[in-house]
């Protein structure tokens, strides 16, 4: 009888438990910390408080959960600015838990320029750009103003932090004045940009070799590794965009083109 009354207790304690479960939920967010503590609305329910539990990166949020304004402190669970979080909150199913400063966790650019130049050895350059007071590890763009266009040089993922740091750009040997911009991109889509003008050696030296188009090689040959840019003539999109000595043209359709280097261009007639 004593066992049989165990059996009955233990699958009394399951059905609650089960029970219990059909009616909890989960509320995950993903955010970036950012040195601010989270605040949540804990709406209050006939059998208490809707959160029942909170986690972040897998790890239990020492919080208190009876209160209906939770506070979440991510220093004390060893997050550092900039590093990236994911919190799943257990709660009730019949109320949803309220994030009240979701903003203060979103990608947020708000780095400075410190400076910019360029080196060359032989055909190769790179472009140097130091910077400071980066709230989030975020990608940097980097863009070159050419033939009247913005064309992405590259891009450079950015480590986050205040302290100062150099990244650096592999990019064609510049000549003369060129006019340049470094941004980073918002999560709500607003963009945090520097200009800065680079002045470099002339580099006339750099020509325009041939253009070939055989049956079994088609490219644009220079005299020397190059920045360029091909564009259709009939509708002026870009097709083809680079750094290179031999460009391979073997994949542009038949048509009409403007191949544009340094601050010279060329018209040619792309052959089958």
Request: hydrophobic share 35%; with cysteine; glycine share 6%.
């Amino acid at each position: 009888m004593r066992l049989i009354g165990i059996k009955k207790i233990l699958a009394i304690v399951i059905a609650c438990l089960s029970f219990s479960s059909l009616f909890s939920a989960e509320l995950e967010f993903s955010g970036i910390f950012l040195e601010q503590n989270m605040y949540i609305k804990n709406p209050t329910m006939k059998s208490g408080f809707c959160i029942k539990g909170i986690s972040v990166n897998g790890m239990s949020a020492n919080t208190n959960i009876n209160t209906g304004l939770v506070v979440v402190r991510f220093s004390e669970l060893g997050l550092k600015s900039g590093d990236k979080f994911t919190m799943v909150i257990n709660h009730d199913e019949a109320e949803l838990p309220i994030i009240l400063n979701k903003n203060a966790f979103a990608s947020k650019s708000t780095f400075t320029l410190v400076s910019a130049n360029m080196e060359t050895k032989g055909n190769d350059s790179k472009l140097y750009l130091t910077i400071k007071d980066e709230s989030s590890p975020m990608p940097f763009y980097i863009d070159h103003f050419l033939s009247n266009k913005w064309v992405r040089l590259g891009a450079i993922i950015g480590k986050g932090g205040m302290e100062e740091k150099t990244y650096e750009l592999p990019i064609s040997n510049l000549s003369g004045e060129n006019q340049l911009k470094i941004y980073q991109i918002n999560d709500d889509e607003t963009i945090r940009s520097f200009d800065f003008t680079l002045e470099t050696t002339s580099n006339d030296g750099i020509e325009l070799e041939k253009i070939v188009q055989k049956k079994s090689v088609k490219e644009i040959r220079f005299t020397g590794s190059t920045e360029y840019m091909i564009v259709d003539k009939e509708y002026g999109n870009i097709k083809q965009r680079g750094i290179n000595k031999d460009v391979d043209i073997s994949k542009l359709p038949k048509a009409k083109y403007f191949v544009s280097y340094d601050d010279k261009f060329k018209k040619f007639k792309k052959k089958k």
